[in-house]
Structure formats: C-alpha cells, structure tokens
C-alpha cells in the first residue's frame, strides 16, 4: 500500500547531498618558498543538526612574515585581507558534492550507487615578494622604529627593471602601546 509514497519519503530522510571541499591554493614568493598552506584539519559538526562545517586552517611557516601582504582568511574558508581576499576567486577552487546515505542515528551507510561531482583545487600563485628580502626589510624596520622613536613606518623595496614589489612591510610601535 503506498509503497511509491513511502519509498520516496524513505530517500528524502536518508539521502543527503554532501558538500565536498575543494584544496585551497597555495601562496609561493618569488623563489617557490611556500608563504602560506593548507593545513590538514578533521571536519567537526558544527550543530545539533549533525551537518559538517568547513574547518580550513591556513599555516604560515615564517611566522607573521608578510602577513599584511598574504592577509587572512575566515571561519568560512573565504579571504578576508591581502592576497587572500584579492586572489580568493584563483585560490578558493569549487565545491564538490556528494549524495550519501545515512540512518536514523546519522551513521553513514555506503552501497547504494551514490552520485557525486569532484571538487575543484583551486589554483596556487606565486608573488613578487621574496622571503628572505621581505625578512630582511621587516627587521630593519622594527630596529629603525625603535632608533627614532617613530610610531610606525613603511617600507616598500620594488626591483626598479621590472617593477616587482621585493618587499612590503609596514610595522607599528608596539612597546609604547600606541595604536
């Protein structure tokens, strides 16, 4: 009796559409030293409803080298500053998805022929700046502030032939406690 009814109400509870997230790119200076990765992270459920949330966690491996310049992401995978918000489209990739099946007790049940598309990586890019001359430029802006009292500086070290930018820092004075 019904059986086309409760067939199709038996699907809509046990089957769900799964997003699948793509690699976030990676951020390279100008000598293919890795600025910014992507760190391996569990998924967690985010609520009562036992949906996973996105965990992406960006690593840094130089510290706050250049962190004005690569900037940052939020909660939601997306670039919030810098390179990451200006290049969040190249390095972002697509969602993928899957349909799976899970029982009551939302235990992933695998056998039925599930349909999925795969993500999309996104694209890793290389910049101008080198680490080792950022590095440099950072240190000696830090030292320089500190000599003249100053509240805070720049320093911008472009390659005068091509118009690379080498370096950017721009650094505050955080001893005085001055904003």
Do not use: C
């Amino acid at each position: 009796v019904k059986r086309g009814y409760y067939a199709r109400l038996a699907y809509k509870q046990s089957v769900r559409r799964v997003i699948i997230a793509p690699q976030r790119g990676e951020i390279y200076d100008r000598n293919g030293k890795k600025l910014v990765y992507n760190a391996k992270v569990d998924l967690k459920f985010s609520d009562g409803k036992k949906q996973r949330k996105r965990q992406l966690k960006r690593v840094a491996p130089n510290g706050h080298l250049a962190g004005q310049v690569l900037g940052n992401i939020g909660r939601d995978g997306y670039g919030q500053m810098g390179l990451e918000q200006e290049q969040d489209v190249v390095l972002r990739g697509t969602d993928g998805w899957k349909y799976a099946r899970y029982d009551v007790k939302n235990q992933y049940h695998p056998g039925f022929q599930e349909q999925r598309k795969e993500p999309v990586n996104g694209n890793s890019i290389t910049t101008t700046i080198d680490g080792g001359v950022q590095e440099i430029t950072e240190q000696m802006l830090e030292k320089g502030i500190k000599k003249v009292g100053a509240k805070a500086g720049t320093v911008i070290i472009i390659e005068p032939a091509t118009g690379d930018i080498l370096a950017l820092a721009k650094l505050k004075d955080t001893t005085t406690g001055d904003t």
